[in-house]
């Protein structure tokens, strides 16, 4: 187990879970939940830690490639800023990228509002063998939606049940799902904001309607924590990463994707050959 893991005292997931660290409210993003180690172990572990989970994704595509259909779901939530666009780079960039279905969730199309709020989910969902990562997700349904009421509340109260039975399917189905939020704190996203206006290289992650969401940070703590007393649940629990620290954020969600791919219980498919006969047959040609 993850007792022996260096700079850990407890699981990632058992450290990060929503029900052990929330409210979101009064969650530090400065703390480092269940990781006793410093900056410079968080960086070293990282790319050790990498290897360890490129090597399970490799594990997991080879199944996938041999008929099983599992497949591994990674939601990432949080606020402008928390981060969200860095995970994907720096933690699926420690993945082979075939093994990966990345898929970010902007305002709706007006083809997708034609829809029901998981029709582009659905078809956003891993191939079998493949690990997906949700930059936004259906959660956006019950965050924005929420706090401006763009569609009216006896819509998008609905929307949380709905939400429990699709993600219940997905595991049923094979699909482990790991809900993480990005929490940064108020100081923080200014702070990073304030970067975005002050180095060109970084414009064009500016968005001028940021600032008119960040007047509605309470409207979205509340939103958040919605979100965490009506779905988290142990088919699709949620975590709080801490996203002041981007080593630490990084760290987390490896380690989170670490220990759901060790829950599957791989191992290399067998051959569907003869690995004698296929043997001999090579020895035998120039
Ligand atoms: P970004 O992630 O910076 O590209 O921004 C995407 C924007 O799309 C954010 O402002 C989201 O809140 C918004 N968005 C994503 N999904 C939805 C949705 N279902 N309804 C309304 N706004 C959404
Ligand atoms: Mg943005």
Not at 22 to 39: H, L, R, V
Not at 250 to 255: A, I
Request: charge should be negative; glycine fraction near 8%.
């Amino acid at each position: 187990m993850s007792k022996d893991k260096q700079g850990w005292s407890e699981s990632a997931d058992a450290a990060l879970r929503v029900s052990a660290v929330g409210p979101i409210a009064t969650f530090d993003p400065e703390s480092t939940p269940g990781f006793t180690g410093d900056k410079a172990l968080g960086k070293q572990l990282l790319g050790e830690r990498g290897e360890v989970l490129a090597d399970l994704q490799e594990l997991l595509y080879a199944n996938g490639r041999s008929g099983d259909t599992r497949s591994v779901l990674l939601v990432l939530q949080g606020m402008d800023t928390a981060g969200k666009g860095g995970i994907v780079r720096h933690v699926g960039g420690l993945v082979d990228p075939q093994g990966l279905a990345i898929k970010g969730f902007g305002k709706p199309t007006p083809e997708e509002l034609q829809h029901d709020f998981l029709w582009r989910i659905h078809k956003a969902l891993p191939p079998a063998g493949r690990i997906g990562i949700f930059d936004r997700s259906h959660y956006e349904d019950v965050l924005p939606v929420r706090v401006h009421n763009l569609v009216p509340q006896s819509e998008w109260e609905k929307r949380y049940d709905l939400i429990n039975q699709f993600e219940a399917y997905l595991v049923k189905v094979g699909t482990t799902v790991i809900k993480c939020c990005l929490v940064v704190s108020k100081d923080e996203q200014k702070a990073r904001l304030t970067e975005r206006l002050e180095r060109p290289d970084k414009y064009w992650k500016y968005n001028p309607g940021d600032i008119d969401e960040r007047g509605y940070w309470d409207q979205y703590l509340e939103a958040y924590q919605a979100i965490f007393d009506l779905t988290d649940t142990d088919d699709a629990p949620w975590h709080l990463i801490p996203a002041n620290k981007k080593w630490f954020a990084r760290l987390s969600v490896c380690e989170l994707l670490i220990e759901a791919l060790q829950g599957l219980e791989l191992d290399w498919p067998k051959a569907d050959f003869d690995v004698e006969a296929e043997r001999r047959r090579l020895a035998a040609v120039d």
